[in-house]
């Protein structure tokens, strides 16, 4: 026990069910991870009344299962079954004063240690499931006011379990690995939210420190506990995806590969471990590779097709890089038959394939891309009440063909592939890079031969962004930045899509930065971080300035002393 006492019968008698548990669960994972997903629930179910641990591993499997079905009754459904297992959890915690109090600490048994630990993990994916189902700014609130009880529980756990008033039980190295995911997870995530989001989360105050966060979910996933899983899949989640999509595009592949390694020989068929050996190779610009591990993903399994979604996406992006616009456009239309996270988004995006065809090949299935742009406003979607950002984004560029007479857009997939950072994926691969280039300057000839239109700066501003990226690629710096400055002194001169210009200059810093103009960069970033609002695809620019400057170990007082 954790005051060192002799344990009673009764206490005895819970630590023995706390392993036998704990065994159980652990054999319901093995099961999950390889592909097993129905027997792993069934396992779990029998106790999921009377188990702190089966019913928070039950009500994580549903919860995962419904943040990829993306249906609203799964939603509801995991949230249901998490609070559930949150009660169960309270069953188990000490009616008392919290464990900040020192006393309070040392009295309390292991299994009242865990149900903090697995309470506050409750609280954390209920806040998760909370942004997701409910669309008013009060389940914000509802969400934050959750999220911040389950900081301060794994803070008070963390900090008892390190001093010197804790003995170790015989499960310890589960609790440990309960609090390292939390705070670890905690750490990480705040760590990648710019100031200002983290005040509007009612985050005022907090900061996550990313490396300490990053090597405490390295230490929860390196050990054979419970929470093994839970912590390597939120590190390959942050360097194969997080890093590109909010970061600087800079993810680290051979700290992915080493995770992934363990888990790949124990589940080699696992579809989980699969999806993400695709994307590091995606991300390594081994593309082949990367469409082989995809592809054997849909095969490992046929129960949670939402598994196969992931990797239809991945797949559509490899395609792109390779530009083989029909085979991207089947695994589009693939999505936008079978996926619910974003009808709008798939819909675009098989318009986009389609618009990159000559105009005289045939289309698949004798679609038309101008009717498809034409569909995309009438399938949006409001998640947290508003719309995702990126499908947002694709409403406002298919407006363009509700005219009778439309002007093309330029290069949509292209525009689109940089909203996913794509050009970062396709930088180790120069002959990639070099039919991207083949592509924008045949559309630049296309766009100056044409007769004057009002989307004319625009676009044009879009195709220098872009040579910008293919030529910091090649190495041709001075020619990057000569595209990126086009787009900045056009400013004045663009009509519509004003998120070129604190774009061109996120990228322009980044130029700087690989160049060691630290002093220039940190200006730059500022000027985009302060001077530009209410532009597509806000956020997602400002977290990209945010992990520039945190790079740069920029403190806010000499970020502001710059402007």
């Known amino acids: 026990m954790s005051n060192g006492k002799a344990p009673n019968a009764a ?37 999921v009344h009377e188990s702190m641990y089966h019913a928070l591993i039950y009500a994580t499997v549903l919860e995962m299962q419904a943040m990829m079905t993306f249906q609203h009754d799964d939603i509801t459904n995991a949230g249901n079954t998490m609070k559930s297992a949150q009660e169960v959890c309270q069953r188990f915690r000490r009616k008392s004063q919290g464990l900040a109090n020192k006393s309070v600490g040392e009295s309390l048994s292991e299994v009242q240690l865990h149900a903090e630990a697995c309470y506050a993990e409750c609280q954390l994916q209920r806040a998760a499931l909370t942004f997701l189902q409910d669309e ?49 997870a905690f750490n990480l995530t705040l760590s990648l939210f710019p100031p200002r989001i983290l005040k509007m989360l009612e985050f005022a105050g907090f900061s996550g420190d990313k490396e300490y966060g990053l090597s405490l979910l390295c230490d929860g996933a390196t050990g054979m506990n419970l929470r093994s899983m839970l912590c390597a899949l939120l590190l390959l989640c942050y360097h194969t995806f997080l890093t590109f999509v909010l970061g600087t595009g800079e993810g680290e592949v051979s700290e992915a590969e080493r995770l ?38 849909c095969k490992a399994q046929q129960t949670w097709k939402q598994f196969h979604h992931m990797c239809y996406w991945e797949l559509m992006w490899c395609f792109t890089f390779k530009r083989a616009w029909k085979m991207a456009y089947f695994y589009a239309d693939l999505l936008s038959q079978e996926s619910r996270w974003s009808k709008a988004m798939y819909v675009y995006m098989k318009a986009a394939y389609l618009s990159m065809l000559p105009k005289e090949e045939a289309r698949p299935f004798g679609e038309d891309e101008v009717e498809l742009f034409r569909q995309v406003p009438t399938l949006k979607q409001k998640i947290a009440g ?60 296309t766009l100056l031969e044409s007769s004057e239109h009002e989307y004319m700066m625009d676009d044009r501003c879009l195709i220098h962004l872009l040579k910008g990226l293919c030529f910091k690629n090649q190495g041709i710096l001075q020619a990057a930045e ?41 200006k730059i970033l500022h000027k985009a971080k302060h001077n530009y609002k209410d ?18 170990k920029a403190d806010p007082e000499e970020e502001d002393s710059q402007l």
């Open 260 to 297: 992934l390694k363990p888990f790949r020989l124990r589940y080699p068929r696992g579809a989980i471990f699969l999806f993400f050996a695709g994307r590091t190779e995606e991300i390594k610009g081994n593309i082949d590779e990367a469409v082989a591990l995809f592809e054997d993903g």
């Open 535 to 552: 532009y597509s695809m806000e956020s997602r620019t400002l977290f990209r300035v945010h992990a520039a400057l945190a790079k740069l």
């Open 11 to 47: 206490e005895n008698s819970s630590e023995m069910t706390l392993k036998a548990c704990l065994d159980e669960c652990m054999e319901a994972l093995d099961l999950f991870l390889n592909n097993h997903f129905n027997e792993s629930l069934e396992r779990l179910r029998p106790r």
């Open 386 to 445: 508003k719309s995702p950002p990126t499908e947002k984004f694709a409403i406002r560029k298919a407006r363009r063909y509700k005219a009778s007479n439309p002007v093309r857009l330029p290069v949509p997939v292209l525009e689109m592939m940089y909203m996913w950072n794509g050009f970062s994926m396709i930088s180790k691969r120069p002959e990639l890079t070099e039919g991207m280039m083949q592509t924008l300057v045949e559309v630049e000839r």
């Open 136 to 184: 008013s700014m009060v389940s914000f609130i509802k969400g934050g006011i959750k999220v911040r009880n389950s900081y301060m529980i794994y803070k008070d756990l963390h900090n008892f379990i390190k001093s010197h008033n804790c003995v170790k039980g015989p499960s310890h190295i589960h609790l440990e690995g309960g609090i390292s995911f939390g705070v670890g």
């Open 482 to 522: 000569e595209c990126f400055n086009k787009v900045c002194s056009s400013e004045k001169k663009i009509k519509f899509d004003h998120y070129l210009v604190p774009n061109a200059l996120v990228e322009l810093s980044l130029l700087y930065i690989d160049q060691g103009r630290r002093d220039a960069a940190i």
